[in-house]
């Protein structure tokens, strides 16, 4: 990658990571429509970097109160920070089962513009659907076991390319009656043990290839995930109560329709 192509991948990673309108779909465009070529296996490690760093410095407040607590948990103590713990450790585990089992199959089966193009539209609608129809009065406080089950159940979904892992589980929060400000939250709370494990397997698997690494553009890449990452979590909450997901539900349809085109060009 040139420099040019290095920081354009880098801040779509960034912004698409915690937006709801889908990483995937966003970096398929650059190598079908420009001719680029894949980021590659250590420039996609640096971005998760960027994009982990943005959220856990972003919530790192917060992450420190569920860590104490959930360590005292323990030894019989409970409280809001602690009871949030569990609920994020039991909404990872049946993207962490499924994926680790599944991972592989869906990067060489479902990777696809035209997978992108459906899945962009189809979970677009959907996110449209619950925040329409979503009672929004419910705050990460009042969640139950069962909440975060059915969100993590939705984050399986987000394994398949286009579909957004913000974005599916935005729109479970929000059809499971959660406030947009408590569903994005615990979207973005969510996406820290994913982010991690999917680095973790894909630094597993850059330590047994032998091609040649640029460390400076893969610091480049890393500060300008992090920066536009960090930007995009910050903005987005303080915007969300009041724009609504209606944006982000037609910029989806748009996006579809243009990939659609794309296929149909090719």
């Not at 390319?161 to 569903?183: C, F, H, N, Y």
């Not at 536009?228 to 037609?250: D, N, Q, T």
Request: proline letters at 3%; aromatic letters at 10%.
């Amino acid at each position: 990658m040139n420099w040019l192509e290095a920081i354009v991948l880098a801040l779509i990673q960034g912004l698409t990571e915690f937006l709801p309108i889908s990483s995937s779909a966003h970096l398929i465009l650059p190598k079908e429509v420009l001719g680029w070529a894949e980021q590659g296996l250590a420039y996609d490690v640096a971005l998760h970097i960027g994009t982990l760093m943005a959220v856990m410095g972003y919530f790192r407040k917060e992450i420190y109160q569920m860590f104490v607590s959930w360590c005292r948990s323990f030894t019989g103590y409970s409280d809001e920070h602690s009871r949030l713990a569990w609920l994020v450790i039991l909404g990872t585990i049946p993207t962490g089962l499924i994926g680790f089992i599944a991972h592989d199959w869906i990067s060489e089966n479902l990777r696809s513009a035209s997978v992108i193009a459906v899945t962009t539209l189809i979970f677009g609608l959907l996110l449209g659907l619950a925040d329409i129809k979503g009672k929004r009065e419910r705050t990460t406080q009042q969640m139950k076991w069962q909440d975060a089950l059915w969100i993590g159940l939705a984050q399986v979904l987000a394994l398949i390319p286009g579909t957004s892992r913000s974005g599916v589980t935005i729109t479970a929060a929000l059809a499971l009656g959660l406030d947009r400000q408590a569903a994005a939250r615990f979207s973005f709370l969510l996406s820290i043990p994913t982010i991690l494990a999917a680095g973790g397997l894909e630094s597993v698997k850059l330590a047994k290839s032998t091609d040649p690494v640029n460390w400076t553009i893969m610091g480049t890449g890393v500060l300008v995930a992090f920066l536009s990452a960090y930007a995009c979590i910050h903005l987005f909450l303080k915007w969300i109560e009041r724009i609504g997901m209606m944006p982000f539900v037609i910029y989806r349809l748009l996006l579809a329709a243009a990939l659609f085109l794309m296929i149909a060009l090719t």
